[in-house]
C-alpha cells in the first residue's frame, strides 16, 4: 500500500524558511515523479513543485525562486524547501506521486505564514 508522509510544516513570520519532508513507502521510490501539492483554505488544491526520475524539477510560477524541490532516492524522501515564505504560502503542504493519484493523498503537513 502506498503511503506518503509530510512533516516540517509550522509557523513561521514572513520572509523566514521551512524544510518539508515527505517519506515514501510501498512504492518503486526511484522510478516515479513526485509533486508537492497545497491547498489553502477555501481554494483547490494546487501543484506547487515536481521532480522527475531524473531530477529535473519544475514550480508554479507563484514559488519560482523560492522553494526548491529535491529527492533523496536512498532513503525515499521528497523534500521542498522553501524560503522567503509570504502569507500567501500559508496552506496545508501534501507530496504525492506526479500525476497525483487520489488514493494516495497523506494527512499533509499545516505551514501557517505570519504577516
Known amino acids: 500500500q502506498v503511503q506518503f508522509v509530510e512533516s516540517g510544516g509550522g509557523l513561521v513570520q514572513a520572509g523566514g524558511s521551512l524544510r518539508l519532508s515527505c517519506g515514501a513507502s510501498?512504492?518503486?521510490?526511484?522510478?516515479?515523479?513526485f509533486g508537492w501539492y497545497r491547498q489553502a483554505p477555501g481554494k483547490q488544491r494546487e501543484l506547487v513543485a515536481r521532480?522527475?526520475?531524473?531530477?529535473?524539477?519544475s514550480y508554479a510560477d507563484s514559488v519560482k525562486g523560492r522553494f526548491t524541490i529535491s529527492r533523496d532516492n536512498a532513503k525515499k524522501v521528497v523534500y521542498l524547501q522553501m524560503n522567503s515564505l509570504k502569507p500567501e504560502d500559508t496552506a496545508v503542504y501534501y507530496c504525492n506521486k506526479y500525476p497525483h493519484i487520489d488514493d494516495y493523498w497523506g494527512q499533509g503537513t499545516q505551514v501557517t505564514v505570519s504577516s
Open positions: 521532480i522527475s526520475t531524473f531530477e529535473d524539477t
Open positions: 510501498g512504492t518503486r521510490f526511484t522510478f516515479n515523479a
